[in-house]
């Protein structure tokens, strides 16, 4: 596609379900990243795929998170049993190698809020 | 520790002054910098890298490794600058970390 989309765009859901955040990069990038964003805690890092290599998941904050990546394209952010602190906005990036060097290209983000 | 840290959450301005975004990194290796924008209601987005030299809409940002310090400097700021901006360093291990964010209003 032209750019990274992500679905969907909001999402309320109640304290202790599960959640499933897409994300679809930018053909022929090989790199995608999941970052949270909250008020005041800036980007943070939470896992990052390259190719067919192992992912880099030491940015999810607990075992409640997971991410997987089929295909080397779309991939899925599953947070279980949903918690209150978990509210934030899930960013997806992708970009064409690997490291960063030509910058990232993100998506519009999904806004979770867990009641 | 690889860390970026901006200083300011917010920055306040008169159109027309001149403007900087502080950023400091630590990192001990040979830094690649990056300078995103956010404006209000759009996706996070490149403004700028320090391997190209470039200036973006006006704003330039020279890598300081004496310092540490990559500032995002405009000389005269415009109301359409107002945005939220981040500094990010890629550590080579293959993911930017990211500064906590500096929100510049530019004021009429």
């Known amino acids: 596609g032209a750019g990274v989309s992500q679905s969907p765009s909001n999402k309320v859901t109640e304290k202790g379900k599960d959640v499933e955040l897409r994300c679809d990069p930018i053909?022929?990038?090989?790199?995608l990243y999941w970052y949270r964003q909250s008020l005041g805690q800036g980007l943070e890092f939470l896992i990052y795929f390259q190719g067919n290599s192992a992912p880099d998941k030491s940015g999810l904050p607990s075992d409640r998170f997971s991410a997987e990546r089929t295909g080397g394209s779309v991939s899925t952010l599953t947070i279980q049993r949903t918690q209150q602190e978990d509210s934030a906005v899930y960013l997806c990036?992708?970009?064409?190698?690997?490291?960063?060097?030509?910058?990232?290209?993100f998506g519009s983000g999904t806004r979770l809020t867990v009641v | 520790a690889q860390r970026v840290t901006q200083p300011e959450k917010l920055l306040s301005v008169f159109k027309g002054a001149p403007v900087e975004l502080k950023c400091n990194y630590s990192y001990s290796g040979s830094p690649e910098l990056f300078w995103y924008v956010q404006y209000s209601r759009q996706r996070l987005q490149l403004l700028l890298r320090?391997?190209s030299r470039e200036s973006i809409k006006g704003f330039t940002a020279d890598l300081n490794k004496g310092e540490t310090s990559f500032h995002l400097k405009k000389p005269f700021a415009q109301e359409e600058d107002s945005a939220m901006y981040y500094c990010?360093?890629?550590?080579?291990?293959?993911?930017?970390?990211f500064g906590q964010g500096t929100e510049l209003s530019v004021k009429p």
């Open positions: 320090h391997i």
């Open positions: 053909s022929g990038h090989t790199a």
């Open positions: 990036a992708s970009s064409l190698r690997d490291r960063g060097t030509y910058g990232y290209t």
């Open positions: 990010a360093l890629n550590n080579q291990g293959g993911k930017l970390i």
